[in-house]
Structures are given as structure tokens and as C-alpha cells.
């Protein structure tokens, strides 16, 4: 009787798991096809990192410890599960794990590690715990099951050890030994009773779990590990390219769910909603009405509505159903639009924090980016402030409108030579836009003239040839005309000759490094911190002033977490007389986004972005003198942020180009 009941429970409860899970690959199999099986070796580098190595997880190190205790105790768990059924209701065990000397040890010892991991988590969830981290019913649920799980188990072991052997065995199984003496001195009857017990209560725990996990966020044990494998190797800082000849209203970006590639809607079940991407995000820390955690849990639900009944009109099945006043509503309902509003679609600054923190590698942005395409390319629906910045592109081959021929006379204009006069020179210098039509950025390209000449550096410019390099008009999600502007750019820096880069916009630095050789556009790119480093380096730059500064260094988010350049600006400035370098409580690849990406500088006003207001914050409390950059944007904004804070005298902004210069 036994027997059957055990058998009949594991066979409902197999057949459901594997039923409800093989539901949801068809829900994600209704997304647009996407190859994301290239660059194995790459991938498995990066699976071996984040899953068995569990990178991410480890920013907090305790609860790190924790997660991991759980995940390999699981693993190494696993054989013993099937053993232990056999054992009681075949009396034959699995060989190579029943009474295998060396396996008990290991298992003793991980059931041991899996409480001490479960204990700390419950003890995160209600003693210590993070205000990103939000406790559910669920979550507490899941803990509690898995516990009973390994405890069951170990306790199971030790009523058999009391049994049989009459003693407390301490070895090969500590734990089961240990707990076999609780029962010493019992009758065989109770200690046959109390086994039963422990025995039902592990598998129907299981059992349990079988039906929880499908329905559940912790679905991501099942689909987190693939989700990670199959993250994308490219470049962070590229975006995927639309073939815009093949491409119509239908492929324009996303409207409605089945619009996503597949791999998009995989990551709504892989997401854990733990919470992390919304303490790494600089909007919600800023108070502002976004938050990453929503986007894959509302698409999740989305689908979860959507995708049924889609199936059951793709199979002829369910049209009655399907034609119901509801079921009509979910079907017109579209992702764009009505799932994710409008608001939310513009406002993230496109940082990639979300990211840097999800420790099963949900890509937020590319979702965005898809659906600003939509709204864009499909819809021409799109903020009046978008409108004029993509007029004055194609118009002035700028954001700000002004004639290219103009900018000669300004900052990152003045006294050189353009390629068109002398096309001999090694380096190709690409101030960018808001260097070559804002004063205030063109401050720190003019110093970075400056010191060039002085350390011989052999440069021209593009003059009245540089064009916008297009990096915020696709981030604003006008895919058609990035594309025209960088095949148009390509065509010309090549016949101009162009080899060599030097650009001092973090944003004009990742979309020239990443995204242009999608293009033809194959050039050495260098920016400039990392170009004064190495002068600095070769000793063809000599600071020499003592400025007796105090300084912060803010990374750019398109420098940093896109490129990895961290230590080079901190090089330059470490390398200054006088110069105290300190560090914001956010820095390098958790540096906090000073709100300028995605487009926001163009489209949100400074009295709205409360992320630049609560960078500059996070600036003053570190008591420096100044807040230093190496990007445009950044400065730009920082310094209208502090001006309208009116806190000049306490913190000013410079480029670390400036602060050079400043030394020489």
C-alpha cells in the first residue's frame, strides 16, 4: 500500500512539473527566433563564472556563503533522493551511492551547510533585510520546504542507524550519527514510527516543491542556468542591429508579447524578483516613478494571460473561448503601450545597473530599446523635445542645430588642423558633439588639445566631416536614422583615410568601439583618459603644480560598466601633485548613473532628473572639492545639477582632461 501511494504521488506530481513547465517553453517558443548558440567557449567562461561560481551573488558575502551552501548542498543531494525511496520501499540500493563511504560523508556534510545556508536567508528575510529584498509568502514557503527536505533526510538516516546498529555512529554520516542518538534507548516500534515520518515528510515535501516551483518565481532554478548560458557574449555596450531592408511595421521593434525573440521572453522566467536590479537601478534610488523589477514581472504576467490563448488559436482549438469580450482584451492588449506605459519606456537612462546586478543575467535594456523602436519607427509616437533632436541630426548633423561649418571657431575647434588639410597625422581626434557646441564641455576639449601638443601627439579633426556619431538617436530608438548616419560616416572616414580615434565622450567611445564595425567602421578607438594615462605612463606628460584638491571621480556609465575603464582615469588622477583621490559609496561597476543616458539629457528637464540631484549628493558627502569625469554628458549635466543646488562653493566640476591641464 505503500508503495502505491508513494509511486501514485511521484508519478501526479512528475507528470504535473514536467506538464507545467513544458507549458511555459511553449509560451516562450511563441517569440520571434534568435540564434544564441555562437561563441561556446565564451559562454561557458561566462556560465562557469556566474553560475557555478556565483559572481554576482557574491557582492554580498554572507548571503553569498548562504545561496551557495544551498545550491551545491541540492546538487550533491540529489543521488541520495532516489536512494533513499529504493532503500525503504525496493530494500535495494542505488549503487554507487547507497553505503558508498565517501558519498555519506559529503552528503552529511552538505545537509549540514543547506541548514546553516537556509537558517541565514530566513534570518536575511526578517532580522537583516535589504531594502530591495521584498518578502513574500512564497519565498518563506519555499525555505521552510527545502529545509524539511535535508533535515527529514538526515533524521531519516539517523532512526535506520538506531535501528540497525543499536548505536551512535559517528562515522561515515556525523550528522545522521549524531541524530541517531536521540533515539537510543527507544523501542524498535517507535523508532520504525518516527522513521516512517521523517520518511513521508521528506518526499511529500518534495512533492510539494514539484508543484510550487513551475507556478512560482523559483521557476529560475529550472530556467536561470540556461538563461546565463545563453547571455549574450557581444560587446555590453553594442545594441542589436534591424535589417531595415527586410524589416516592416510587424518587425519594427515590439508591440505585443510574441514580438520578443524567445531568449526575451525566457528571461521573464528565469527572473528571480529578487530585487537587486532595483537597488542598482538610479531612478528608484532617485525616487523617480521607474523601476527595472516590474519589467520582467508585468511581461511574465503578460504572458502568462496572453500566450494560451494564442496557442489556442494557432491549433483551432478554443475559438469560442478566444472570441470572449476578455479574451479579446488580453489579445488587443500590447506590451507597448499598455502592459509598459509610455513613461516607463522613456525614462530609463539606458546605465545598465539592472544589469551589472541581475545575478542570472537578465538583459533589461535590449526590451526597451525594442520598444522605443516600436514607438518610434512603427508608431511615430514619440515626445516633442525627440522631434526637434532628430531634426537638428539630419539637419545639422547635431543635437544642438547649429551649423557644423560654425564650430571651427569653438572650443574643440580652436587652432587645429582638420584631415582634409593633412591627412598624415597618426590620430583622428573626435571631440563630439557636446564638446564642439556646448562651452562648457568644450572647456575640457580644449584642454585636452592642449595637452596633446604638449606631449607631441600627432592629431587632426574631421572639421566640417564630423557628423554626429548617432549613439543617443539609437538609444532614443530611431534605429533607421543611426543607421544612415553611420554608414554615411563609414563611407566618408574612409576615404578620408581615417585609422586612428581618440574621442572624449564616453558615449561617441562605446558606439565607435561597439557598434561601428557591425558597419565597416574598423578603427583603433582610444579615450582620452585612457590616452593621458599612457602619456602619463611614457613620461611625455609631467604634472609638476601642486593643486591641493580634494577629489571625487565619477564613472560614466558608457566608460565603465559598457568598457570597463576603471583604472585609468583613477591613474590620471592618482598621478597629480596634491590631488587626494575619494571614493563615492557608488563607484566604478556599481558607480551610481548621473541620469544624462538613454536620452534623458535631451528629453527630461534638470528640475526632473532627480538621479543627477542625488549623484552630485553622493558627491558632497564625500567632502571633496570636486567632482571629476570623463565624459561630456556627465559634466554637463553635474554642473547644471550643482548650479541649480546652488552648492558651487562647496563641490565644482571638472574633466580630468582639465585637471591635467591644470597641473602642467
Known amino acids: 500500500m505503500e508503495s502505491y501511494l508513494f509511486f501514485s504521488l511521484l508519478m501526479v506530481s512528475c507528470i504535473y512539473f514536467i506538464y507545467t513547465v513544458y507549458r511555459r517553453v511553449c509560451y516562450i517558443r511563441l517569440g520571434r527566433p534568435v540564434e544564441h548558440a555562437g561563441l561556446p567557449r565564451r559562454r561557458w567562461k561566462y556560465f562557469a563564472a556566474n553560475v557555478l561560481g556565483q559572481k554576482k551573488i557574491r557582492r554580498y558575502p554572507l548571503f553569498g556563503l548562504c545561496h551557495a551552501f544551498i545550491m551545491y548542498g541540492f546538487l550533491c543531494l540529489l543521488p541520495g533522493i532516489p536512494d533513499m525511496a529504493a532503500e525503504r520501499l525496493l530494500h535495494a540500493g542505488i549503487p554507487f551511492v547507497a553505503n558508498n563511504v565517501p558519498y555519506l560523508f559529503i552528503k552529511d556534510l552538505f545537509i549540514a551547510l543547506v541548514i546553516v545556508g537556509i537558517t541565514g536567508c530566513l534570518l536575511r528575510r526578517t532580522v537583516r533585510k535589504p531594502e530591495w529584498l521584498k518578502n513574500d509568502i512564497e519565498a518563506i514557503v519555499l525555505l521552510v520546504l527545502i529545509f524539511t527536505v535535508v533535515l527529514t533526510e538526515a533524521l531519516y538516516h539517523g532512526t535506520n542507524l538506531a535501528l540497525h546498529s543499536g548505536s551512535t555512529a559517528l562515522w561515515p554520516a556525523p550528522l545522521a550519527g549524531a541524530f541517531s542518538g536521540l533515539f537510543t534507548g527507544m523501542p524498535a516500534g517507535a523508532i520504525a514510527a518516527a522513521a516512517s515520518i521523517?520518511?513521508?515528510?521528506?518526499?511529500?515535501?518534495?512533492?510539494?516543491?514539484?508543484?510550487?516551483?513551475?507556478?512560482?518565481?523559483?521557476?529560475?532554478?529550472?530556467?536561470?542556468?540556461?538563461?546565463?548560458?545563453?547571455?549574450?557574449?557581444?560587446?555590453?555596450?553594442?545594441?542589436?542591429?534591424?535589417?531595415?531592408?527586410?524589416?516592416?511595421?510587424?518587425?519594427?521593434?515590439?508591440?505585443?508579447?510574441?514580438?520578443?525573440?524567445?531568449?526575451?521572453?525566457?528571461?521573464?522566467?528565469?527572473?528571480?524578483?529578487?530585487?537587486?536590479?532595483n537597488d542598482q537601478c538610479p531612478a528608484y534610488r532617485s525616487d523617480e516613478p521607474v523601476k527595472p523589477k516590474p519589467l520582467q514581472g508585468r511581461l511574465r504576467k503578460h504572458i502568462e494571460e496572453r500566450a494560451p490563448l494564442l496557442l489556442r488559436q494557432r491549433s483551432g482549438l478554443g475559438v469560442k473561448q478566444a472570441a470572449s469580450e476578455q479574451a479579446q482584451g488580453v489579445l488587443k492588449k500590447k506590451v507597448t503601450g499598455n502592459v509598459f506605459k509610455k513613461d516607463f519606456i522613456w525614462s530609463c537612462a539606458m546605465c545598465g545597473g539592472c544589469e551589472e546586478a541581475c545575478p542570472v543575467s537578465v538583459e533589461h535594456t535590449a526590451k526597451i530599446i525594442e520598444m522605443r523602436r516600436y514607438l518610434v519607427l512603427a508608431k511615430n509616437d514619440f515626445p516633442d523635445e525627440m522631434r526637434r533632436y532628430f531634426a537638428n541630426i539630419e539637419l545639422y548633423g547635431n543635437p544642438w542645430g547649429m551649423d557644423r561649418n560654425d564650430s571651427a571657431g569653438r572650443p574643440a575647434g580652436t587652432g587645429m588642423h582638420t584631415m582634409a588639410e593633412d591627412n598624415s597625422a597618426e590620430y583622428v581626434y573626435f571631440p563630439g558633439c557636446a564638446a564642439s557646441f556646448d562651452e562648457r564641455a568644450g572647456s575640457a576639449a580644449t584642454a585636452l588639445s592642449n595637452l596633446m601638443k604638449k606631449a607631441g601627439v600627432s592629431f587632426v579633426t574631421l572639421g566640417a566631416e564630423e557628423w554626429c556619431c548617432g549613439e543617443t538617436t539609437r538609444r532614443m530608438g530611431n534605429e533607421a536614422l543611426f543607421q544612415r548616419i553611420v554608414k554615411s560616416n563609414v563611407k566618408k572616414w574612409h576615404a578620408l583615410g581615417v585609422r586612428k580615434i581618440i574621442t572624449l565622450c564616453a558615449h561617441c567611445y562605446n558606439t565607435l568601439k561597439n557598434e561601428y564595425p557591425l558597419f565597416g567602421g574598423k578603427w583603433e578607438v582610444i579615450h582620452h583618459s585612457v590616452l593621458l594615462a599612457g602619456l602619463l605612463k611614457e613620461g611625455r606628460l609631467k604634472p609638476v603644480k601642486s593643486n591641493n584638491m580634494t577629489i571625487t571621480y565619477h564613472d560614466s556609465c558608457y566608460l565603465g560598466r559598457y568598457n570597463d575603464v576603471y583604472r585609468e582615469p583613477r591613474e590620471v588622477l592618482r598621478a597629480l601633485p596634491g590631488v587626494r583621490l575619494v571614493e563615492m559609496r557608488r563607484s566604478e561597476k556599481w558607480s551610481f548613473c548621473c541620469g544624462a543616458g538613454g536620452g534623458r539629457f535631451w528629453t527630461k528637464a534638470a528640475t526632473e532628473n532627480l538621479i543627477a540631484a542625488s549623484l552630485v549628493q553622493q558627491a558632497i558627502a564625500t567632502r571633496a572639492s570636486a567632482l571629476c569625469t570623463a565624459c561630456p554628458y556627465c559634466k554637463l549635466l553635474m554642473e547644471e545639477t550643482v548650479a541649480r543646488q546652488g552648492t558651487q562653493e562647496r563641490i565644482q566640476v571638472l574633466d580630468i582632461a582639465e585637471l591635467l591641464e591644470m597641473a602642467m
Not at 224 to 233: I, R, V
Not at 241 to 268: P, R, S
Open 198 to 277: 521523517f520518511w513521508w515528510a521528506h518526499f511529500l515535501a518534495i512533492f510539494s516543491l514539484l508543484w510550487i516551483i513551475p507556478n512560482s518565481k523559483h521557476l529560475h532554478l529550472i530556467f536561470a542556468p540556461f538563461n546565463t548560458y545563453w547571455h549574450s557574449p557581444e560587446p555590453r555596450g553594442a545594441i542589436n542591429t534591424i535589417n531595415l531592408k527586410d524589416a516592416d511595421n510587424k518587425t519594427l521593434g515590439v508591440a505585443k508579447m510574441e514580438d520578443f525573440t524567445w531568449k526575451q521572453l525566457f528571461e521573464a522566467y528565469a527572473c528571480t524578483k529578487c530585487g537587486r536590479c
